[in-house]
Structure formats: structure tokens, C-alpha cells
């Protein structure tokens, strides 16, 4: 497992923004659809990088369970 936590993307409060993507230094994060923003959750390390920059507060942090 790669880390505890993982980024999760309130989709309805995107606003596809793609500020994210900039600073995931895993590359983790992107914006497919141009709608919302998608993790690739088995990429993430949790390191909460893009929540921090995220203007519509919609990224989480969530343990991996
Ligand atoms: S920074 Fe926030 S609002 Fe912008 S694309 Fe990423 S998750 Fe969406
Ligand atoms: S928590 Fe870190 S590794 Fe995961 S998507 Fe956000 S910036 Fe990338």
C-alpha cells in the first residue's frame, strides 16, 4: 500500500480548475473530462499538496481504510 491516505475530489464543487495538477509531485491528479478532477488513487501518497492549493476547497484527505 502506498500510503494512508489518499486525495478524494468533491466533484460537484470542481470547478476543473487544473490547479491540482501543477503541484502533485506524483502526477497523480489530473482533469480527463474537463469536468472534475480524478485521482489516481493508487498513486497518491496522501501528501495533501493539491488540497492546499485547491480554490474551490474540494479536495479531501481520506484514510485508506
Ligand atoms: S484545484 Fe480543485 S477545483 Fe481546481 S481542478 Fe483541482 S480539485 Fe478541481
Ligand atoms: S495528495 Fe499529493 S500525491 Fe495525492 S493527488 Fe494530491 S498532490 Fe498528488
Given amino acids: 500500500m502506498a ?3 489518499y486525495a478524494k475530489v468533491y466533484e460537484e ?3 476543473a480548475c487544473g490547479t491540482c495538477i501543477k ?3 506524483k502526477f497523480a491528479i489530473n482533469v480527463p473530462n474537463g469536468c472534475f478532477a480524478v485521482v489516481e488513487k ?3 501518497i ?3 499538496k493539491c488540497k492546499k492549493v485547491c480554490p474551490a476547497e ?8
Avoid: A, Q, T
Avoid at 58 to 65: A, V
Fill in 23 to 25: 503541484v502533485c509531485p
Fill in 42 to 44: 493508487e498513486i497518491c
Fill in 3 to 5: 500510503s494512508k491516505r
Fill in 46 to 48: 496522501g501528501c495533501g
Fill in 13 to 15: 464543487i470542481c470547478v
Fill in 58 to 65: 474540494c479536495i479531501g484527505l481520506e484514510d485508506r481504510g
